[in-house]
Every structure is written in C-alpha cells, then in structure tokens.
C-alpha cells in the first residue's frame, strides 16, 4: 500500500535518514519510536505525500509518488486519514463541522450528513457536535482528529504521537480505537515515545515495533 524503497531525506547539508525501506502492508499495524529529532515526523510526511524524497523511491498504492501531480495526490490522500500532533481545526465551526470538513470539501455533504452521527458517537463525542473546538480539552480534540482522519474512510490511518497530551485512561481509550479500526482491516502507523503504551497492546494487536534512530530504521523486537 505505501512503499518507501531506499529513501534519502535531509534538511541543507545534514541528512535524518538514509537508505530507509519500508512497506506498510494491507490491515497491518506498526509502532514507529525514535528519540526527539530523529525524523519520525518527516517519516510520516512523506508516507502521505507532503514531503519528497531527496533519493529512492516512495510509491503510495502502487505509483510513483514523485510522478504524481497534484490533482492524484489530493485524490491519493484520501485513501490516507492523517492525526495530526497539533490537532488544528477551524475555530469558528463546530466539532461536527470540522469533522465533516473532508467530505465537505470534496462535495460530498449528504455523505456527510449520513455517516456523521455514527461517527460521533463512535469517538464518543455527540454530546460536543454544536460546540465550538476551543471548548474541548486536550483528550476530546485528539478524538475528534481521529474521527476527521476516518470519515473519508481511508484505507490507511497515520498518527503522529496521538496520545502524546492526553493522561493514561484518554490515551487507552485513543488506542483501542486504533485497534478497533486495525481490526476492521485498516493499516495503522503511529509515530510515539510511549512504550509502555506499545507494551500494553500486547493482548491486543499484532504489531511491529520500528525504531528510527542515528539515519536508520530497524526492528525494535518482535512482532507485540
């Protein structure tokens, strides 16, 4: 599904990684850990077309992703649902709204209307749907950018650090949706420091435990 194939990616003369190969298969689950500035964050970028590789090749859904132009990659990365560290939203529309927002945009508002209420309350945030997002603490923001990454319904879920400002029991509950949405064929990429929190998906997933660290990915252990 996504493919990076000996990749190369830096800023002015000093490069984050190099020689960099993975493949995100179809329904699996991967953990990506690394020290602050190793270039998770970067990693996922280029898995959704947002940044280019300086060398090798990213194929997203088996094309090029340097040879696509503009149009197929907005039409690309609506197979990708993102989560987002900093969980923007647009604050003078309501939690609904700005759920919606992806569907809206692409002129699919009855769709929208149609599978907003079931999203809601799967996230569990119907009770907040009219209200404004600065109204929301740091624990339903993170839910709420879960629902907007899904109501595409993408065939692949990325999440960057989503249970990094949340306390224990709101980080549970953001993971057992990423569990459930794996269980429902999803692939799941989630950049994170918490490794207790990867430790405690034991019973739950099947997962692999990448670690990015001095330019090279490597399996952290075996599968959780």
């Known amino acids: 599904m996504i493919e990076l194939d000996n990749v190369s990616y830096g800023y002015g003369d000093k490069l984050l990684f190099s020689g960099l190969s993975l493949a995100l298969e179809p329904g699996s689950f991967h953990f990506l850990t690394g020290p602050s500035g190793a270039g998770k964050t970067t990693l996922l970028r280029m898995c959704y077309a947002d940044l ?49 927002l992806p569907l809206t945009v692409a002129d699919r508002v009855a ?51 989503p249970t990094g400002n949340v306390d224990d029991d709101m980080s549970q509950r953001l993971l057992a949706l990423l569990v459930e949405l794996n269980k429902m064929g999803k692939t799941i990429l989630i950049a994170t420091h918490d490794l207790p929190m990867i ?3 034991k019973a739950d997933v099947q997962a692999r435990v990448l670690r990015l660290k001095d330019g090279q990915l490597v399996q952290a252990g075996a599968a959780l």
């Not at 040879?67 to 990659?73: G, K, M, N, T, W």
């Not at 907003?116 to 339903?140: D, F, H, N, T, Y």
């Open 52 to 100: 280019p590789a300086i060398s090798g090749q990213v194929r997203l859904f088996g094309r090029d992703a340097a040879a696509l132009d503009r149009d197929a990659v907005a039409m690309t990365r609506r197979r990708i649902g993102v989560v987002h560290q900093d969980c923007q939203f647009l604050d003078h529309l309501s939690v609904a709204e700005n759920i919606a």
């Open 111 to 161: 769709e929208a209307a149609g599978n907003l209420p079931e999203l809601l309350s799967w996230v569990g945030l119907g009770p907040q749907a009219g209200q404004l997002p600065p109204s929301l603490s740091g624990g339903e923001r993170q839910r709420a950018a879960l629902a907007r990454a899904v109501i595409m319904a993408p065939d692949v879920i990325i999440a960057d650090e």
């Open 199 to 201: 430790r405690a998906l």
